[in-house]
């Protein structure tokens, strides 16, 4: 009879375990499911301006601009950090109708800015040089670009680094420069002289040369694609945080033409994941679920 009751209370100690079990296992799954949930949820509910205003060229031809400064290189954050992170507003500026997109320490490497997108002015990146050339990235990928062009250098592959950051000084002078000259020229007024401007130079804090997070390498010519450096970059670029940012086909998503000299740092586990999915940047974020 003793034995008998033992038994029946091992079996709801059991029963009650597993249903604790079984109930940390609902909440963590849940836990999941708000995460990956939540930045589509926010991102969907925005209203975007239509593409048909945006119209960056391939062809931005402003040069290099050289700051110095330096700063320790960090490791390529979690992905996780970055999916916590959502931005769950979006505040426009209203002088240019773009999203203002803040770059922090968690979406720096999959920020997005764009020509409905744009960084503030008061965003400036700490730069290291590339080797000894005169040209600068972000300090956090500059030595993801030594360690590619040293590795494909040992293949007879040399990534020259030909346009890397760009001032948003530079760019906006540029900018208001080629906007002038337009109302000169065609008689246009402000607005639309800047949208022809924005057709040849992308305004300032909507390329990524100005967040020091992306090089264009060799040259800026359609003919890259058949050189052996493109090769080379679309089979090893990833393995050093880089993308082709870019790509053909994506042109209505990403508001840029095809670029093959144009490579952005996201990162090693991301880039990854990237060219495994065949998607540009703003899909593969869609497809994640990350606000951007
Ligand atoms: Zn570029």
């Not at 091992?10 to 799954?29: C, D, H, K, Q, Y």
Request: glycine residues 4%.
């Amino acid at each position: 009879m003793k034995k008998h009751s033992d038994l029946k209370y091992v079996i709801i100690i059991l029963l009650i375990l597993a249903l604790a079990v079984f109930g940390t296992l609902e909440l963590v799954n849940r836990k999941q499911s708000t995460l990956q949930e939540a930045p589509q949820t926010s991102a969907s509910s925005a209203s975007e301006p239509s593409a048909s205003s945006q119209a960056p060229s391939a062809s931005v031809s402003v040069s290099d601009t050289q700051t110095t400064e330096t700063a320790s290189a960090s490791e390529p954050s979690a992905p996780s950090q970055v999916i916590s992170s959502v931005a769950a507003e979006r505040v426009t500026n209203p002088d240019t109708g773009r999203y203002i997109v803040e770059v922090t320490d968690d979406n720096w490497q999959l920020v997005v800015v764009s020509g409905t997108r744009e960084f503030p002015e008061s965003y400036e990146p700490n730069l290291d040089e590339i080797f000894d050339t005169g040209k600068y990235l972000d300090a956090r990928v500059a030595p993801h670009y030594e360690e590619m062009y040293t590795a494909a250098k040992q293949d007879g592959i040399i990534l020259t680094p030909y346009s890397a950051y760009r001032s948003y000084e530079r760019q906006k002078n540029n900018y208001n420069h080629l906007t002038e000259t337009y109302m000169a020229d065609y008689h246009l007024s402000r607005e639309d002289a800047a949208k022809k401007a924005a057709t040849v130079i992308l305004p300032p804090g909507t390329s990524e040369h100005n967040l020091g997070l992306c090089m264009d390498i060799c040259n800026v010519y359609d003919s890259f694609v058949n050189q052996k450096e493109y090769t080379w970059l679309t089979e090893n670029a990833y393995k050093y945080g880089f993308i082709l940012r870019y790509p053909k086909g994506k042109e209505d998503v990403t508001g840029i033409v095809f670029e093959p000299w144009h490579w952005r740092y996201v990162g090693v586990e991301w880039a990854k994941q990237i060219r495994d999915s065949g998607l540009c940047l703003e899909e593969f974020l869609d497809q994640q679920g990350i606000a951007y």
